[in-house]
């Protein structure tokens, strides 16, 4: 069993490393929703008739749900290979320990 003042800390480090793996989650889906929107353009994602162009190159979306929720579909296909990545680590990890 380990101390206590062990496990406090053990607990603080993955409540931050939780914490810093949220914020790279949603930080690279809207960084991603950029990349995919300058790649296919706007129209793709929230549809034709709520993209507004005006004079001056800049575009104005009229329809804020559909980008929350490709953000959303970005931020749960970040969040799904990383659970695939982490499980593979910690089943390598063990094939790796039961071998010696």
């Known amino acids: 069993m380990k101390k206590p003042a062990v ?11 939780g914490w ?3 914020v790279l989650v949603f930080s690279g889906a809207g960084w991603i929703f950029g990349v995919l929107v300058d ?4 129209e ?5 008739e709520y993209v507004v162009r005006d004079g001056n190159g800049g575009v104005w979306y009229t329809n804020p749900g559909a980008i929350i929720r490709w953000q959303a579909l970005i931020a749960l296909a970040e ?22």
Do not use: E, H, M, N
């Open 44 to 48: 793709f994602f929230v549809g034709a």
């Open 7 to 17: 496990q406090i800390v053990r607990f603080f480090l993955w409540l931050i490393a």
């Open 39 to 42: 790649r296919f353009g706007p």
């Open 79 to 100: 969040c799904l290979l990383a659970g695939v990545l982490i499980y593979g680590a910690f089943l390598l990890r063990r094939r790796l320990k039961s071998r010696s």
């Open 20 to 22: 810093f793996f949220l």
